[in-house]
T-cell receptor, first 116, second 109 residues
Framework: GAVVSQHPSWVICKSGTSVKIECRSL??????MFWYRQFPKQSLMLMAT?????????EQGVEKDKFLINHASLTLSTLTVTSAHPEDSSFYIC????????????FGPGTRLTVL | RKEVEQDPGPFNVPEGATVAFNCTYS??????FFWYRQDCRKEPKLLMS???SGNEDGRFTAQLNRASQYISLLIRDSKLSDSATYLC??????????FGKGTSLLVTP
């Protein structure tokens, strides 16, 4: 099946630093990727839709200047958490639909961010 | 009101039991429906898509009732390895998933 990777799998950083998370589709091209966030004991919440070659679409309440998304190629989307603060500590997961009429989408293994 | 709602549980059942989860969604324009399984600190894994005609995969049966806007998952003959959180998810347009909060299942010996 299709594989999506994420890097890093976990990161601990100091408050105020920026953290970049990469999401790669390994064996298919993804014109669209999705970024989700999950706080402890909460649901996965869609943050934004990453579109190859164009601007990302952000969900209501998600600050686009804080969560920068770049989808520079058909296999890579990056999420940068700028000036991270402890309240940004969460589990960030990307997903990508392989398309071609395939209903399913594939998730990366997630990145656990802890901001001290 | 949240778009996708699930009973958070936890459901504690003995091995071999049958357990059922329900999920309701508020957007009548929802198009696709799924059950995912999520283990602690891991990404969700697709368990099954849900169709109006109902579908079965081994010990798992999923049903969709569009009129009542609810989705169900039945697990028969529960195994210890079924212990996880089960997430209901729907899409309205495109592929973006709208998840429920999840129902926690613990199968005990």
């Amino acid at each position: 099946g299709a594989v999506v990777s994420q890097h890093p799998s976990w990161v601990i950083c100091k408050s105020g630093t920026s953290v970049k998370i990469e999401c790669r589709s390994l064996d298919f091209q993804a014109t669209t990727m999705f970024w989700y966030r999950q706080f402890p004991k909460q649901s996965l919440m869609l943050m934004a839709t990453s579109n190859e070659g164009s601007k990302a679409t952000y969900e209501q309440g998600v600050e686009k200047d804080k969560f920068l998304i770049n989808h520079a190629s058909l296999t890579l989307s990056t999420l940068t958490v700028t000036s991270a603060h402890p309240e940004d500590s969460s589990f960030y997961i990307c997903s990508a639909p392989p398309g071609g009429g395939y209903n399913e989408q594939f998730f990366g293994p997630g990145t656990r961010l802890t901001v001290l | 009101r949240k778009e996708v709602e699930q009973d958070p549980g936890p459901f504690n059942v003995p091995e071999g039991a049958t357990v059922a989860f329900n999920c309701t969604y508020s957007n009548s324009a929802s198009q696709s429906f799924f059950w995912y399984r999520q283990d602690c600190r891991k990404e969700p894994k697709l368990l099954m898509s849900v169709y109006s005609s109902g579908n079965e995969d081994g010990r798992f049966t999923a049903q969709l009732n569009r009129a009542s806007q609810y989705i169900s998952l039945l697990i028969r003959d529960s195994k210890l390895s079924d212990s996880a959180t089960y997430l209901c998810a729907v899409t309205t347009s495109g592929y973006a998933l709208n998840f429920g909060k999840g129902t926690s299942l613990l199968v005990t010996p």
